[in-house]
């Protein structure tokens, strides 16, 4: 893949693209493509992942600018501190007369 202007052995970057289906939803991670810049990734992704009108809306995203945690040390990394366990509702009784809780 080249593109006027650019090195012809240039790769063009990975773009991550999400996807909102209706007003009111989060975006979702659909996949991904190969685009030259932001303009024609948007259009990609419309093409791609929006052929039968099922978005509102659409983010790309550069895969090199998306940190993630480890799913191997998922089990430590959103593990809860000993000692905090406040920060849990769960662990809380429900007060009388207290609606909307």
Known sequence: MSTPGAEPDEPWPLWEVFVRANR????????????????MAIRNARDVYTRRNEGV????VP???????DPDARDAFFESPAGKNYRHARYYDKAEGVRHL
Do not use: F, K
């Open 24 to 39: 009111g939803l989060s975006h979702v991670h659909v996949g991904s493509l190969h685009a030259p810049d932001t303009e």
């Open 57 to 60: 809306s659409i983010w790309v």
């Open 63 to 69: 895969a090199e600018a998306i940190t993630t945690s």
